[in-house]
């Protein structure tokens, strides 16, 4: 057996801090007695809505020179006169969504592009990441698609999406105590979501619509009517020990989390999204608007790594997932077997007679795919989609935002055009549907 990597070896530094829970706990607005869950804070966290800003929540609750809006302010220059020399500073969920990254830091392709690198940020939750990416803690990261679309247009902080930074790679998990098959057998059921603005929300309502059920955000202890399915909000690393426990119905969310769901938790992965949505959008990399601006150099050459990076993970798959795991360099907290089966266990019979991938056959697609490019037409897809789906808080100015609007300003084609034209590979995955054509493309659907 292996010798476990010593925490002094490991290739990350992990963030232990629980983002702003504390600091919520500590305002003069909410209890602090015990009285407000995890589950409550951890829905605050998510939606801050209620028309309470991200960026005024964060500095109010601190000091001034703790103030978030500020750090995010500061010229860069100030720091490192030569642009080159302001390390990549990744943070990242230990998701598979994360490869690109975690992945170009591990094959030195950051190096490569002549930029200097600290370890990655090893982050178990979405709301900590996203707290350390507007503290400039992190300045490389991935996010959910829909968080920059919320932090942007909800929150006024100057977010931009840079790269795709994989494609499909999520599922829908139940329990087998549920004996759920399809979307019409999880009304009256509990099932955990990674984020209200997630790619995962928007998928799972579409199903529950097309079943005839509805997307509720009740307490648990709440009943719940047949034709109800409760949303709660939950750390990825917490559903497969919820569902193993039996303190949810099912989950949604990113690999490696549905394989561990199968190996580990009692877990039966009802559908792949990515089999609902043909290759869509999860996870993107994001960098501060500022940064694009003011370090083109610095901006170009981290997304030339990246690009690099996709490249190689979508020819590689198997090689990558023992490489990053725990039994590899240990980028990924998991072990092999759980990884290579969340990067490459698709085509089998199981999965087809289930019906899990029912596509496959046809869409020719994989359990997760690594291309790049930002496909106007899905982000435009997501906004649309997100005016009909269930999230908690208030949503606003999600109505008075078009989806042309979002497909130009959120969005930065430039850096990424420059390395997919420098490395055309990239058209070569599974999830680029038009070789001739590889910048366009149409949204596919079947529930």
Avoid at 116 to 139: D, H, Q, Y
Avoid at 357 to 375: C, L, M, S, T, V
């Amino acid at each position: 057996m292996k010798k476990p990597i010593d925490k002094e070896e490991l290739p990350y530094d992990e963030d232990h801090t629980s983002g702003l829970e504390s600091k919520i706990l500590g305002a003069n607005a909410l209890p602090s007695d015990g009285e407000l869950s995890r589950r409550h804070i951890i829905d605050l966290l998510a939606t801050l809505g209620g028309g309470v800003c991200l960026t005024s929540l964060l500095g109010g609750c601190g000091t001034e020179k703790e103030e978030i809006s500020s750090a995010s302010t500061k010229k860069s220059a100030d720091f490192y006169p030569n642009e080159l020399d302001e390390p990549v500073k990744v943070g990242y969920l230990p998701i598979i969504d994360s490869v690109p990254l975690i992945l170009a830091h591990a094959l030195g392709y950051f190096e490569d592009e002549g930029l200097n690198t600290v370890k990655p940020t090893l982050i178990r939750g979405w709301s900590p990441l996203v707290e350390s990416f507007i503290a400039n803690k992190v300045n490389l990261c991935h996010l959910l698609i829909p968080i920059p679309f919320w932090m942007r247009y909800n929150n006024n902080f100057k977010v931009k999406v840079m790269s795709w930074a994989h494609t499909n790679g999520s599922a829908i998990v139940v329990g087998k105590h549920t004996g759920a098959k399809d979307f019409k057998d999880l009304g009256g059921k509990q099932i955990a979501i990674p984020y209200y603005y997630s790619m995962h929300n928007i998928v799972l309502q579409m199903g529950l619509r097309e079943a005839g059920l509805k997307a509720v955000i009740k307490d648990q202890s709440d009943n719940l009517e047949l034709d109800e399915v409760n949303l709660i909000v939950m750390p990825p690393p917490e559903m497969p020990p919820a569902l193993a426990a039996k303190k949810i119905d099912a989950f949604i969310v990113a690999e490696p989390f549905n394989a561990m769901g199968e190996l580990k938790a009692g877990g039966q992965i009802m559908r792949f999204t990515g089999d609902i949505w043909k290759n869509h959008p999860c996870c993107v990399v994001c960098l501060h608007e500022e940064r694009t601006k003011e370090k083109t150099e610095w901006t170009q050459r981290a997304i030339n790594a990246v690009t690099r990076a996709s490249i190689y993970a979508s020819k590689n798959k198997k090689e990558v997932a023992e490489l990053l795991s725990r039994d590899g360099k240990g980028y990924l907290p998991m072990p092999a077997s759980v990884v290579v089966r969340a990067m490459t266990h698709y085509d089998v019979e199981d999965y087809l007679t289930t019906g899990a991938n029912r596509n496959a056959a046809e869409w020719k697609n994989g359990r997760i795919d690594f291309q790049p490019w930002p496909y106007p037409s899905a982000t435009k897809f997501m906004v649309n989609a997100m005016k009909e789906t269930v999230v908690g808080g208030n949503k606003s100015f999600i109505d008075s935002i078009t989806a042309d609007k979002v497909v130009e300003d959120m969005v930065d084609y430039n850096f990424i055009k420059n390395s997919c034209e420098k490395y055309p590979e990239w058209k070569e995955d599974p999830s680029v549907s038009d070789k001739n054509n590889p910048y366009d493309r149409k949204e596919v659907v079947r529930i």
